[in-house]
Every structure is written in C-alpha cells, then in structure tokens.
C-alpha cells in the first residue's frame, strides 16, 4: 500500500514542476512528471494514480488547451484517479469544460498557489487512502502494519516517515472494533490533528473513558519530544468542547525528562495522554489482541508515577 498516495504532474513548465515537488514533497506524496500528453497517457496504463495534477495550456503541436482535451482519456485510463486541473487564468468556459469532461477540481496559478494546492491534494488524496485502508482484509491489513512499521523505522525522508507514521497508527487503531472510522491530518485554520479516532466502541472500558473523541499526536523526530509539545497537544484536546477527554501521544524519537512526570501531574483533570515510544508502539504492532494491548497501555498511562527516575 502506497500510504501517502501517487500523484501525477503533467506540465511543460521546468520551473513549474520544480515548484510542485518541492511542495508536495513537504507532505511526504510519491510524485512523478511528464511534460505533454501522450507521456501522460503512457504512464497512466501503469496501475496505482491516485491524482493527476494537469495544466490547462501544454505547449507544442498538440495545441494550447492540451490539458482539457486530456482530461476524458485520463479517466478512461485511471477512472479511480482525481484529476485538478490548473491554470493561470481560470475562466468559466475552461472550468465548465474541464467539470464537464470529469474534473474533480482547479486551481489557479496565483499568489496563494502554494498554500490551495496543498489543502486541494489533501481533499483530493483523503478518499483514495481511506478507500485502500477499508479493502485491507484482516490478514493484509496486518501485513501492511508490518510494513507501515518497517517504514518508520527505516525511512530517511523526514516528510515520508512522517505519514507513514500517520498511517501506521490511523491503521492500528482501525483494526480495533469501534475505532475504524479513524481518520488521519485533520486540520482547521489554527490547528492540525493528526489522528482523530471517533469513539464507537460498545466496549464497557472505552465507553467509561467518556470520551466521544480521542485525538492522537505522532512525532516522528528522532530526538526526544520536550514538555512545551504536551502543552499543544492538551490544548487541542480541551478545545473540543468537552467531548475529548483522552488522546496518545507518539514519538519515536521518545521522550525527553519531565514529559511523562508531566503527564502525572496533569491526573488531576480530566484529561488522560498515553505516552507511546517506540518500544511500546512496537507492543501495540505485535499484539494479537490490540484491543486488550490498548487497554494495557491505556492502564499503565493512569496508573504512572509522577516521579520520575534518577
């Protein structure tokens, strides 16, 4: 399972291509390029597209609006994949045309292009990584985890071994009945949630957390993770209007000295973190009751001293 999603750039600007990969590469997406048509088309017989990011106006003896002729053959091609296209000037007829041929969405090439393209191919991904988590049967969706796991213990790339620490918990939990509509990178416009994981489990322990919403923090920092990062992640947990009273905290890097006595200290609200490092996520991988492994952990967080060793 590619977990960050596949995308496809189809521009003849060089410049322009740069631009793309270096902002989709921040989030950590497999990017490939092509500069006309006929090499788009090519590439799609591969299997595996889940967006094509396709400029209106390509260059050369294929004509000016290349791009929105383009748009039908890429969905006959890759009829899972989104198509955006983009243009420098988006005008009703080329943004009618484009809807018309099977267009998911545009998006201009303007001042904010940075900032919309990133939350476009968000929304554009979200249903393409939800959709191949689902289709995961038991036994290879616990193949992937081992992968996902693998991922995050090998991968260099800052960006990827982030989201594939997304999806190796999001999966984690998806694999616990009443967690599977756990969804991953939400994000508002003064905050992002990495995990958020509604609560509709029918087991008594869960329900007694009362706790309609549980959020989960994944750092994927090879270093420690300092108290201040607790501080953000309460605040996201208490901003919930009362509904979220429990939320894990994932840092493979661990955690530095006075995190954990912070988390004691905090027993006194209403509020509960698990603190999960690596060691312990690598107990939640191999349970074959994650279940009762999340309860254990769960147990061990509540029950932590606030002393913390010599």
């Not at 017989?45 to 967006?51: A, E, R, T």
């Not at 045309?97 to 267009?103: D, E, L």
């Not at 991904?125 to 616990?142: C, T």
Request: net charge neutral.
């Amino acid at each position: 399972m590619n977990p960050t999603g596949r995308i496809l750039l189809v521009d003849d600007e060089p410049a322009f291509l740069e631009t793309y990969r270096t902002i989709l590469a921040t989030e950590g997406y497999s990017v490939d390029a092509v500069t006309d048509g006929p090499s788009a088309l090519a590439k799609l017989d591969q299997p595996g597209w889940d967006l094509v990011l396709l400029d209106r106006k390509l260059q050369g003896r294929y004509g000016p609006d290349t791009g929105l002729d383009l748009i039908q053959s890429i969905r006959q091609r890759a009829p899972e994949a989104k198509v955006i296209l983009v243009t420098g000037v988006a005008d009703s007829d080329s943004v009618n045309r484009a809807f018309t041929a099977g267009a998911y969405d545009y998006l201009e090439k303007n001042a904010y292009f940075e900032a919309i393209l990133k939350v476009k191919v968000r929304h554009a991904l979200e249903a393409a990584r939800e959709r191949r988590m689902a289709a995961l049967a038991n036994g290879k969706r616990e193949e992937t985890i081992r992968e996902l796991w693998h991922g995050v213990r090998t991968e260099r790339d800052p960006f990827k071994k982030g989201a594939l620490l997304e999806d190796l918990v999001a999966l984690l939990f998806k694999s616990i009945a009443g967690f599977e509509r756990t969804q991953t990178n939400r994000k508002s416009l003064d905050e992002e949630i990495d995990i958020v994981i509604p609560n509709e489990s029918t087991d008594p322990f869960w329900l007694q957390a009362q706790s309609q919403y549980i959020l989960g923090e994944c750092k994927n920092w090879s270093k420690p993770v300092e108290r201040k990062e607790l501080d953000v992640f309460l605040k996201k947990i208490e901003r919930r209007y009362g509904r979220c009273r429990l939320g894990f905290f994932i840092s493979i890097g661990g955690f530095a000295r006075g995190f954990e006595s912070s988390l004691a200290a905090e027993r006194s609200g209403e509020v509960l973190v698990v603190a999960l490092d690596a060691a312990r996520l690598d107990e939640l991988v191999q349970a074959r009751d994650r279940n009762a492994k999340l309860k254990d952990l769960h147990a061990r967080a509540l029950m932590a001293s606030a002393k913390e060793p010599e």
